[in-house]
Nanobody, 121 residues
Framework: QVQLVESGGGLVQPGGSLRLSCAAS????????MNWYRQAPGKQRELVAG???????NYLDSVKGRFTISRDNTKNTVYLQMNSLKPEDTAVYTC???????????????WGQGTQVTVSS
């Protein structure tokens, strides 16, 4: 079992910055992909950014140049640095991780509980 705990959300003014963290714990064998999703009220969930174990990164077009995803493999943690935030970035941000465990080599998907990001003046 892999558990994910997110932190770093909150209220910020337009143009401000936030840094989200998502720490994975449990009986982890290997973490493959680590991703950040978001869902705004009345909208579908969308992939914001993802990073693989090999370091490949992809971003949602609307956040390119403003958000940066990174991971610390020693801490099993993925980060999302969000700069130049806009009101349209307001959403619940949730991380997920594809990982194998010590009890199963089959990679499985685990989700965090989500953290609210509100961009408003």
């Amino acid at each position: 079992q892999v558990q994910l705990v997110e932190s770093g959300g909150g209220l910020v003014q337009p143009g401000g910055s936030l840094r989200l963290s998502c720490a994975a714990s449990g009986s982890i064998r290997t973490i493959y992909a680590m991703n950040w999703y978001r869902q705004a009220p009345g909208k579908q969930r969308e992939l914001v950014a993802g990073i693989t174990s090999g370091g490949s990164i992809n971003y949602l077009d609307s956040v390119k140049g403003r958000f940066t995803i990174s991971r610390d493999n020693t801490k099993n943690t993925v980060y999302l640095q969000m700069n130049s935030l806009k009101p349209e970035d307001t959403a619940v941000y949730t991380c997920n991780v594809v990982a194998s465990s010590t009890s199963s080599i089959t990679p499985r998907l685990s989700w965090g509980q989500g953290t609210q990001v509100t961009v408003s003046s």
